[in-house]
């Protein structure tokens, strides 16, 4: 019949073309008809196409079969009761797979030899981070912490021989050279010297308190008129690298956007300056418990 040429057309053309056919027919004339999908169907067969034995069994279960079906033609599909569900066992779930979202200050290496999500997963709750990235790939092995407001914590303790460096931006030197479990500084490594800069910032791990002082004094509110890169345009414009310890608190650290806003911009598809475009589906982000 000319309908079965014309189908069968369409259906070599989707073949050169390289497209997937998947096929959910009611079935009325028996094995005849089945096989006559699963001969369109994309290869295998049983994987691409679900037959329904007619009307009657449709209208019993509509559910059933719209659950079916989809699960049938769409295998990348995810529960999100189920996902949420997996996620509070496991502690962690994934939210943007093949992305790399943060400002690229903020990410620190955690292991190159960390192949899992698991194994990424427990490096990233020793380091404190709310969200990790795992590789895959050519990245496999590697994960990284997203730590974007680690500059602004104001819960550490301290000595007293570093309680000015608690309570001011001293640390900020560390963006010249960093301490350890730092982003590596514009001039390398911070190396073991016994200074008391060593020994404060680094030793201590004050270098993760280094804006908190700033931010509970003055705060990135400035930035509506000068703004940092990355951010709308400021009233007067964009501000320039000075030195000074408001851009470098602001706008090097990435403290210009609360940190409810960022997170929102890590899961979602607009390529902002903390969440730049997709890397060739290299990396997978996940959000721990």
Same mark, same amino acid.
């Given at each position: 019949?000319?309908?079965?040429?014309?189908?069968?057309?369409? /259906?070599?053309?989707?073949?050169?073309?390289? /497209?997937?056919?998947?096929?959910?027919?009611?079935?009325?004339?028996?094995?005849?008809?089945?096989?006559?999908?699963?001969?369109?169907?994309?290869?295998?067969?049983?994987?691409?196409?679900?037959?329904?034995?007619?009307?009657?069994?449709?209208?019993?279960?509509?559910?059933?079969?719209?659950?079916?079906?989809?699960?049938?033609?769409?295998?990348?599909? /995810?529960?999100?009761?189920?996902?949420?569900?997996?996620? &509070?066992?496991?502690?962690?779930?994934?939210?943007?797979?093949?992305?790399? %979202?943060?400002?690229?200050?903020?990410?620190?290496?955690?292991?190159?030899?960390?192949?899992?999500?698991?194994?990424?997963?427990?490096?990233?709750?020793?380091?404190?981070?709310?969200?990790?990235?795992?590789?895959?790939?050519?990245?496999?092995?590697?994960?990284?912490?997203?730590?974007?407001?680690?500059?602004?914590?104001?819960?550490?303790?301290?000595?007293?021989?570093?309680?000015?460096?608690?309570?001011?931006?001293? %640390?900020?030197?560390?963006?010249?050279?960093? !301490?350890?479990?730092?982003?590596?500084?514009?001039?390398?490594?911070?190396?073991?010297?016994?200074?008391?800069?060593?020994?404060?910032?680094?030793?201590?791990?004050?270098?993760?308190?280094? !804006? @908190?002082?700033?931010?509970?004094?003055?705060?990135?509110?400035?930035?509506?008129?000068?703004?940092?890169?990355?951010?709308?345009?400021?009233?007067?414009?964009?501000?320039?690298?000075?030195? @000074? &310890?408001?851009?470098?608190? !602001? !706008?090097?650290?990435?403290?210009?956007?609360?940190? =409810?806003?960022?997170?929102?911009?890590?899961?979602?598809?607009? &390529? /902002? =300056?903390?969440?730049?475009? @997709?890397?060739?589906?290299?990396?997978?982000?996940? &959000?721990?418990?």
């Amino acid at each position: 019949p000319a309908f079965l040429r014309d189908v069968q057309q369409q /259906v070599d053309l989707l073949e050169e073309e390289g /497209v997937l056919r998947y096929f959910v027919p009611i079935i009325y004339q028996g094995r005849d008809q089945v096989d006559q999908y699963a001969a369109w169907a994309s290869r295998p067969s049983t994987s691409h196409t679900l037959s329904i034995p007619g009307i009657t069994a449709l209208e019993k279960d509509q559910s059933a079969w719209a659950v079916r079906a989809i699960g049938r033609t769409c295998p990348g599909l /995810v529960s999100p009761t189920a996902s949420k569900a997996l996620g &509070e066992a496991r502690g962690y779930a994934l939210v943007a797979p093949g992305r790399e %979202c943060a400002a690229p200050q903020t990410l620190q290496l955690l292991s190159s030899k960390a192949f899992d999500a698991d194994a990424c997963y427990r490096l990233a709750k020793e380091a404190g981070a709310r969200m990790f990235q795992v590789g895959r790939q050519a990245r496999a092995g590697m994960c990284y912490a997203d730590t974007p407001f680690l500059s602004n914590r104001s819960d550490l303790a301290s000595s007293s021989a570093c309680k000015e460096y608690k309570t001011s931006t001293k %640390c900020l030197l560390t963006l010249e050279k960093s !301490c350890p479990g730092q982003r590596p500084g514009k001039n390398g490594a911070f190396e073991s010297d016994g200074s008391t800069d060593y020994k404060c910032c680094c030793t201590e791990g004050l270098w993760q308190s280094m !804006c @908190s002082s700033y931010m509970a004094k003055d705060g990135c509110a400035w930035t509506k008129e000068k703004a940092c890169p990355g951010q709308a345009k400021g009233s007067g414009g964009f501000a320039s690298d000075d030195g @000074s &310890e408001k851009y470098k608190c !602001c !706008c090097t650290m990435g403290l210009w956007q609360e940190p =409810a806003e960022l997170w929102k911009t890590w899961v979602s598809g607009g &390529e /902002v =300056a903390s969440c730049p475009a @997709s890397v060739g589906r290299e990396t997978q982000i996940f &959000e721990t418990g």
